[in-house]
């Protein structure tokens, strides 16, 4: 576990005034097991949102609940494997039973590092079933909710990453899915009439775990150190020589939900220390 994962303290945390975060809202957040989503959804939290938070991982889920509650706000967990139809629709009905569903959060991700010809296609699935199709079906399950609400609408955030604007070798699947992540937000502000809102969050490299261990692995293909790797790798485009903390990234979620962002519709925040547009 990354110790910022379990170091953070709650003056770290974004706290705004926004009428609509209060405990009659619900926040879905996946992958809240840790890394972003644990950050997240201990944030929502904090913003007195009542956050559902979902992942596979129970230990790690209930971590997060724990935490959440010692930073004064309410989070609930519910085991949920986003591979599986059933597992999500009993996750949205669980949340709606809580309040009314006006935020949704898909972080959950994975990795794997290959080239396209040696790309296994059983990891294609499973990935894109993560990371394209579970957003898709949980935002599907999640606008009628958000039609049915006081104000008629709701909020969806979805992560994406540079690799939604650009992409590097052996992450082909990665590449395709967070492109995809994209064009979902813009789908769903398309439809949403200005009432249901969507946008994207695209960041470099976070200290996460997902970023951590693919170190040993890109070390040993481009025949370099690890800290030749964070350094030249995953760090050198960047004009911040350090990556993102999960908690920076959460921020962006609860700032992309206010009312201080009721004109990003199908837009992309993008926090990469200038890796995209600087050169």
Not at 150 to 156: L, Q, S
Not at 159 to 178: D, E, F, L, R, W
Not at 189 to 205: D, H, Q
């Amino acid at each position: 576990m990354d110790n910022n994962e379990t170091t953070m303290e709650r003056e770290e945390l974004l706290i705004l005034d926004d009428d609509d975060f209060n405990p009659s809202n619900v926040c879905i957040v996946t992958g809240a097991g840790g890394g972003i989503g644990r950050a997240l959804a201990i944030t929502a939290a904090a913003n007195n949102l009542i956050t559902v938070g979902l992942d596979v991982d129970q230990k790690g889920g209930k971590k997060t609940e724990e935490i959440a509650g010692k930073m004064g706000g309410k989070m609930v967990f519910i085991r949920t494997d986003l591979t599986r139809d059933a597992e999500i629709e009993n996750a949205v009905r669980e949340a709606s039973k809580f309040g009314s569903i006006k935020y949704l959060a898909n972080i959950a991700g994975l990795q794997h590092i290959a080239s396209i010809e040696d790309f296994p296609m059983e990891k294609y699935d499973l990935m894109m079933r993560i990371m394209l199709r579970a957003p898709f079906y949980l935002s599907k399950l999640v606008m009628p909710h958000m039609r049915e609400n006081r104000e008629g609408g709701g909020v969806i955030g979805n992560m994406a990453s540079i690799h939604a604007h650009i992409c590097t070798i052996n992450k082909p699947v990665y590449n395709i899915a967070k492109f995809g992540l994209r064009a979902l937000s813009q789908s769903i502000s398309a439809e949403g009439g200005g009432k249901i809102r969507s946008f994207t969050v695209s960041t470099g490299f976070v200290k996460t775990d997902l970023a951590l261990n693919q170190i040993p692995l890109l070390a040993e293909q481009h025949g370099i150190s690890s800290k030749e790797v964070v350094e030249t790798v995953m760090m050198g485009k960047s004009r911040i020589k350090e990556m993102m903390t999960p908690i920076e990234v959460a921020n962006l979620f609860i700032f992309g939900f206010s009312r201080h962002s009721r004109h990003l519709i199908g837009g992309d925040l993008l926090f990469d220390g200038g890796v995209v547009l600087t050169y």
